[in-house]
């Protein structure tokens, strides 16, 4: 049996999501955070929990904001629906908040869709999140490591789809691996084997490819 595991922002839709909502309704703070992650200094579990801090905004304008900006990459629906067909699980799993990736996958055929995110709630002073791993333990690393192996220690062999360097280590312990932009720099620069995507019909012939 074969998992699907996907990573979300920049990946499942053609941006970030969660950067584009701390530009529009954080303060600019965040943005020296985003620099400690990259620098390597903290996780992107840490990362998240003080930047989506600095977030104020109500559950409808979040939402309304969701709606107008966030777009998936083409031939997602049609993904998704083929893997149903076909007796894929499709699981994504993100970093990123539930309260912006629901509403986003609502309009899929969501009873096929499994979701493992942070959980965010809004707050007076901002979003705070929180992650659990497949046991119900709060995670403060490895977030997307931790599901991946949970799949894997279920017999599932795992596709891991992705963008960057949040799913470095998990797609380095995944079966297969679809990727675009720095997470395939990072394929390509280890020579590593992995399939190169820029929308979801190539993640599909990606698919067929390792079905065979
Ligand atoms: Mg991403």
Redesign the pocket.
């Known amino acids: 049996m074969f998992t699907v595991q996907c990573?979300?922002?920049?990946?499942l839709v053609t941006g970030?999501v969660g950067h584009s909502l701390l530009n529009a309704f954080a303060s600019a703070k965040w943005r020296a955070i985003e620099n400690l992650y990259s620098k390597g200094e903290i996780t992107v579990e840490e990362t998240n929990r003080r930047e989506f801090a600095l977030l104020n905004v109500t559950k409808q304008t979040l939402e309304e904001y969701v709606f107008e900006t966030a777009e998936l990459r083409p031939g997602v629906p049609e993904f998704i629906q083929h893997c149903a067909s076909i007796g894929l699980n499709f699981s994504v799993v993100?970093?990123?908040i539930d309260l912006y990736i629901e509403p986003v996958l609502r309009d899929l055929i969501s009873s096929t869709v499994e979701l493992h995110s942070a959980h965010g709630k809004i707050t007076e002073n901002g979003i705070s999140i929180s992650y659990l791993d497949p046991y119900g333990i709060d995670c403060l690393d490895g977030f997307k490591l931790s599901w991946l192996r949970y799949f894997k220690s279920q017999g599932q062999k795992v596709i891991y789809i992705?963008?960057?360097k949040?799913?470095i280590s998990a797609s380095l312990e995944a079966d297969y691996v679809i990727a675009t932009?720095s997470?395939e720099d990072y394929f390509r620069s280890e020579g590593l084997r992995y399939f190169e995507f820029d929308d979801f019909y190539d993640v599909l012939q990606a698919i067929d490819t390792i079905l065979i």
């Open positions: 990573d979300f922002d920049d990946t970030n993100s970093n990123g992705g963008d960057g949040s799913d932009s997470l």
